[in-house]
């Protein structure tokens, strides 16, 4: 969340930076005289609070006074437990007005860099690069949808996924589980060769540490409950990214300079809900309800997260080149960023039977969006200092697994198999470093027998 004395103009704050920056994601930049007000108002309580221990106080004299000269202070004593009645009350009214400043504040997003494209429509994200290989024609046509590739590997069994875990469910079978196992060990040396810390974090987190990293629309719309009693207190999500975690894996702690950076390569399963996908995508493993990604997470000092920003994303870039995958750079535009972010890049590779590229990563500096809403502390605390100073986030993906699965597939089909990419031949079992031949054949009602993309789910 912002800073809430950003919002203070008597303070050092700007309030018209955040409404600026309010209309740059084509939000109500009304809701900053919400936020002002309820700050006001919060701070008259609070002032009101602190008053009753002047009274308190000067009762305790005159309490002090008569027992000195040994007469009755009952009256006094009454009075002085009226006083504190009513100073807790306040503070207590006080805490509540706090903690519905700070929801009003949470809901406005990050300051938005000034090199983002300012645009509500997707349609004009800026491309800033295109790679491909040598030789690469955009026009080449292949046989075979990604699904239809991994179904004719006999890399995954939807129908039995289904039977057992309902829609968009599925079973990674052989072919399909090398492929991914060596993606992920490929990235895994890709960022430890970087400097990267390889964590594998928990895959369910508690409502409270939950609601500290993610927008409070994400809890409905795509986070998984998982109830124990049936009370708040127990209740944890599983997480939609290891993002979430690894934001909160230093909450309250306090870091200096010497500490920073501190640069994370988290491994884990994700699930979603993905609610409203239809179509092509949600053909076979593109967009899935469970899956494992590859994610960069950096903790940095606030003057260098602008480079770290560049880095993770090249980062990336250098693993789809390693690959040989096609793809394009893109900065997102303002409309479309989600609250942390004060800037984000994705990647999109090819996928040549779609004729189209689609995302496989999104590169995003928080700043300190998130580290305040954690307390993750950054430097020394000085007496002149009016701000606290937190530390800055950034998180990226390096791999998405059985997406980028489903891009391999697509760009090394063969007419009797799939290649196997140079850069994986090591992470594969021998007999099959190098060309893996289909084992299946195709279902009649396929995407690609029927000579177009209709929008319809060809393999169950």
Known sequence: MLDLLDFVADKGGNPEKIRDTLRKRYEDPAIVDDVIAAWEDHRKTQYAATQFGSQINEIQKQIGKKKKAKESADAELAQKVQLEEEKAAKEKEAVGKLQTLRLKAKVI?????????????????????TWAPEGFDKTKKVKLSHHEVVHRLGGFDQDRGVKIAGHRAYCLMDNGVLLCDALKRYAWDHLLAKDFKLIEVPFMMSREAMGKTAQLSQFDEELYKVTEDGTEATDKYLIATAEQPLSAIHQDEWFQAPDLPVKYAGYSWCFRKEAGSHGKETWGLFRIHQFEKVEQFIFC????????????????????KSLNIPFQVISIVSGALNNAA????????WFPFQSEYKELVSASNCTDYQTRELEIRYGVKTKTATK????????ATLCAIQRSLCCVLENYQEEDGVRVPEVLRDYMPKGRQEFLPYVKELPKDAASQKGKIDGTLPIR
Do not use: C, F
Request: aromatic share 12%.
């Open 342 to 349: 004060a800037k984000k890049y994705d990647l999109e590779a």
């Open 301 to 320: 000092k606030p003057d260098d997260s602008w480079n770290y920003l560049e880095e993770m994303i090249a980062n990336a870039e250098e693993y789809y």
């Open 109 to 129: 997003g990050n300051y938005v860099h000034d090199s983002v494209p300012v645009s509500n429509d997707e349609a004009n994200n800026r491309i800033e690069r």
């Open 388 to 395: 606290k100073v937190y530390a800055h986030a950034l998180n």
